[in-house]
């Protein structure tokens, strides 16, 4: 009987820009491998010129066969991948399926101090081939004292300045084919702002020193 292949996960995938698992195999057990004379997984841009992606033609099984492919220079998809069998005869047969390529968000974390509050603004973060579907933040002022927040509409976070001289804040996006981006930064407040027994922050809040900081990625 004629091989019957087929790649064995869904027809459609979605995948992060690093390592696609590529698995395959024959569903028919009488077929006789012993006529495979060609085995392999290719690619192509445009469904017509295909590029190798591993030649399995030496693999010692032919019932299944899988490989690992760094797809980390490819900036975006579709991809049509397809995995051939040819044999003795020349005969060929192959199936093929769509690899979506997502790029994770690009994250943009703006930082500022008013009032006596940091705030926190991730509105300039972006998807270059989809959109954001949640920011998390994550305020670490103290090993004892860490908290999330983590709301699809939290770009922006205002909250009072707390005591400690150094707040490590980190802000993770994640697109809609859960592609995920997490940018952290290290925030020191100057201690004019912590340690000022003259300060009246709701008057002057910039001679209490509270209006500048550092901001170290």
Same mark, same amino acid.
């Given at each position: 009987?004629? @091989?019957?292949?087929?790649?064995?996960?869904?027809?459609?995938?979605?995948?992060?820009?690093?390592?696609?698992?590529?698995?395959?195999?024959?569903?028919?057990?009488?077929?006789?491998?012993?006529?495979?004379?060609?085995?392999?997984?290719?690619?192509?841009?445009?469904?017509?010129?295909?590029?190798?992606?591993?030649?399995?033609?030496?693999?010692?099984?032919?019932?299944?066969?899988?490989?690992?492919?760094?797809?980390?220079?490819?900036?975006?998809?579709?991809?049509?991948?397809?995995?051939?069998?040819?044999?003795?005869?020349?005969?060929?047969?192959?199936?093929?399926?769509?690899?979506?390529?997502?790029?994770?968000?690009?994250?943009?974390?703006?930082?500022?101090?008013?009032?006596?509050?940091?705030?926190?603004?991730?509105?300039?973060?972006?998807? @270059?081939?989809?959109?954001?579907?949640?920011?998390?933040?994550?305020?670490?002022?103290? @090993?004892?004292?860490?908290?999330?927040?983590?709301? @699809?509409?939290?770009?922006?976070?205002?909250?009072?300045?707390?005591?400690?001289?150094?707040?490590?804040?980190?802000?993770?996006?994640?697109?809609?084919?859960?592609?995920?981006?997490?940018?952290?930064?290290?925030?020191?407040?100057?201690?004019?702002?912590?340690?000022?027994?003259?300060?009246?922050?709701?008057?002057?809040?910039?001679?209490?020193?509270?209006?500048?900081?550092?901001?170290?990625?």
């Amino acid at each position: 009987p004629n @091989p019957q292949i087929r790649f064995t996960h869904p027809e459609d995938n979605s995948y992060q820009t690093g390592i696609a698992v590529l698995d395959a195999g024959i569903f028919n057990g009488n077929y006789d491998t012993s006529r495979v004379e060609y085995l392999a997984f290719e690619h192509s841009f445009d469904g017509k010129n295909w590029q190798i992606i591993e030649n399995l033609t030496d693999n010692e099984n032919f019932l299944e066969w899988d490989t690992q492919w760094d797809i980390g220079s490819f900036s975006s998809g579709p991809i049509f991948v397809r995995t051939v069998l040819r044999d003795i005869d020349n005969i060929e047969w192959q199936d093929i399926m769509t690899l979506n390529i997502n790029i994770a968000p690009i994250n943009d974390m703006q930082i500022s101090v008013s009032n006596f509050h940091l705030i926190l603004d991730g509105t300039n973060s972006f998807d @270059p081939d989809g959109e954001i579907v949640s920011y998390t933040w994550l305020i670490d002022i103290s @090993p004892d004292n860490m908290f999330e927040i983590n709301e @699809p509409i939290a770009q922006i976070l205002i909250f009072e300045l707390p005591i400690e001289e150094q707040i490590g804040i980190t802000l993770t996006t994640v697109d809609n084919h859960a592609g995920e981006t997490a940018v952290h930064t290290l925030v020191t407040l100057p201690f004019e702002c912590l340690d000022n027994p003259f300060c009246i922050p709701e008057q002057d809040a910039k001679t209490c020193g509270c209006d500048s900081m550092t901001v170290k990625n």
